[in-house]
């Protein structure tokens, strides 16, 4: 299984842009499906955006038309483009590689704090 390393995390003002990446150690083309997820203190984790093998994208509610999720096959990397960043988006993302639904593997997370 793969090893998946985020960074690109930190602090930003409203309105303003964050990139996330997620490096695989290994190949990531064998993975179904790898997305990204958040959690906020006290909340539970949340799905935010995933990717399937074929490329297709998804996006949660509260984040289409914000963030954008894209794969580099080259690069073992999956990014997560967060535009026009809210307060509310405050929250330790972590990225997700699934083989299958009971087979997957998470990153160690990455904060990202959204100032007022």
């Given at each position: 299984q793969v090893q998946?390393?985020?960074?690109?995390?930190?602090?930003v003002q409203a309105?303003?842009?964050?990139?996330?990446?997620?490096?695989?150690?290994g190949s990531i083309?064998?993975?179904?499906?790898?997305?990204?997820?958040?959690?906020?203190?006290?909340?539970?984790?949340d799905w935010v955006a995933s990717i399937e093998r074929a490329?297709?994208?998804?996006?949660?509610?509260s984040v289409k038309g914000r963030f954008t999720i894209s794969r580099s096959n080259a690069n073992n990397t999956v990014y997560l483009q967060m535009n026009t960043l809210?307060?509310?988006?405050?929250?330790?993302?972590?990225?997700?590689?699934?083989?299958?639904?009971?087979?997957?593997?998470?990153g160690q997370g990455t904060q990202v704090t959204v100032s007022s």
């Open positions: 998946l390393v985020e960074s690109g995390g930190g602090l309105g303003g842009s964050l990139k996330l990446s997620c490096a695989a150690s083309y064998s993975i179904n499906v790898m997305g990204w997820y958040r959690q906020a203190p006290g909340k539970p984790r490329g297709s994208t998804n996006y949660a509610h809210k307060p509310e988006d405050t929250a330790v993302y972590y990225c997700h590689a699934a083989y299958s639904s009971s087979n997957y593997v998470w």
